[in-house]
């Protein structure tokens, strides 16, 4: 298990795609050159948000199709989907299709219960079957029997001139493998442990057994995932941003967007008690000492750090470059050929 200060030896990024509504066409391309970026600089992986109804990437895997085309190396993950907006069957079906195009370098990253503002969706999303939707962990178990090729149909074979498959088509072995858990308790990541997927530790957490040190109760859920499944990968996500080679203005902005989310730090928010990690704004230096200094992230070797939401491509541009090129080599990871 590694240890603070052991090298690092994947880093990631995740992005939330965001974009006009009134003009959504820029938006979504400068999220595909900012992968083809992150695969110029060395990075392991690219990750993409999913939201609904908002100004961010309703389809990652439509996204992450597209990226696909453009890029040859780095691996490509949803941070999360979450299932209670899908039919996994055919989820399955997307997940695997972009999986073949890309050469198997599709990590889906899921997570489970009813979907964020129910009450006000549900008669668009599940006009007739709302009330007996499943919205449990099983969603996730149907997910990845698909994915691993398990029966879909009670019927495969010939029928006149169409042949048809009791599994999902197309199959693309290994993808079931690559299924991730996005877990903010301890039961979750527990979970995710005992049914061998891996975990995609977040920014954010459940306040559980009275404590608010964020960093701590992340720890436990990375020992709990690990005693659990202890050949189980697990990630650590944070808000990471080097100001190394930024302009002064975009210090400010950095600085000021770290700023305006700072209140919920510390402090368990709404029903859930959910709490926020500390955004990490600085040099690469400081940020590699709070790194190291973080219980949860001396409890991986691997990271997806998450860019800010509702910044400029230029800001992107910046923050990646300095997280590959300085960032990085401060923590020991080397970039992939």
């Known amino acids: ?153 009670t019927f495969a074979g010939t029928e006149g001139i169409e042949v048809f498959s009791d599994r999902v088509e197309p199959h693309s072995p290994g993808l079931a493998d690559r299924l991730w858990y996005g877990g903010a308790s301890l039961r979750s990541a527990q979970w995710a442990g005992e049914h061998g997927l891996h975990l995609l530790a977040s920014s954010v957490v459940r306040a559980e057994g009275g404590s608010s040190d964020f960093a701590a109760i992340q720890a436990s859920h990375l020992r709990a995932f690990r005693a659990a499944h202890p050949a189980g990968r697990a990630s650590q996500g944070l808000v990471v941003i080097p100001t190394d080679s930024a302009t002064p203005a975009q210090v400010g902005k950095y600085r000021a967007y770290a700023r305006s989310r700072s209140a919920r730090v510390g402090v368990p928010q709404g029903p859930g008690r959910l709490l926020f990690a500390a955004d990490l704004v600085g040099s690469s230096e400081e940020v590699a000492a709070a790194l190291h200094a973080h219980e949860g992230y001396q409890l991986v070797d691997e990271v997806v750090f998450a860019l800010p939401f509702g910044f400029e491509h230029e800001d992107y541009v910046q923050v990646l470059t300095d997280t590959a090129t300085r960032l990085g080599p401060l923590l020991g990871w080397a970039p992939a050929a």
């Open 1 to 153: 298990m590694p240890i603070a200060g052991a090298p690092l030896r994947r880093m990631g990024f995740l992005t939330i795609g965001s974009f006009d509504p009134a003009d959504p066409g820029p938006g979504h391309r400068s999220t595909l050159e900012v992968i083809e970026l992150g695969e110029r600089l060395g990075f392991d992986s690219a990750w993409l948000r999913h939201r609904h109804l908002q100004p961010g990437i309703s389809s990652p895997v439509a996204v992450m199709a597209a990226a696909s085309q453009r890029t040859s190396r780095i691996e490509l993950g949803t941070a999360v989907t979450p299932l209670g907006w899908e039919n996994p069957l055919r989820l399955a079906e997307d997940l695997a299709t972009v999986d073949v195009l890309a050469g198997g370098r599709v990590n889906p990253g899921v997570s489970v219960g009813p979907p964020m503002h129910f009450e006000r969706v549900r008669e668009a999303l599940y006009p007739d079957t709302a009330d007996a939707e499943d919205f449990s962990y099983e969603r996730v178990l149907r997910l990845h029997r698909l994915l691993g090729g398990q029966r879909a149909s």
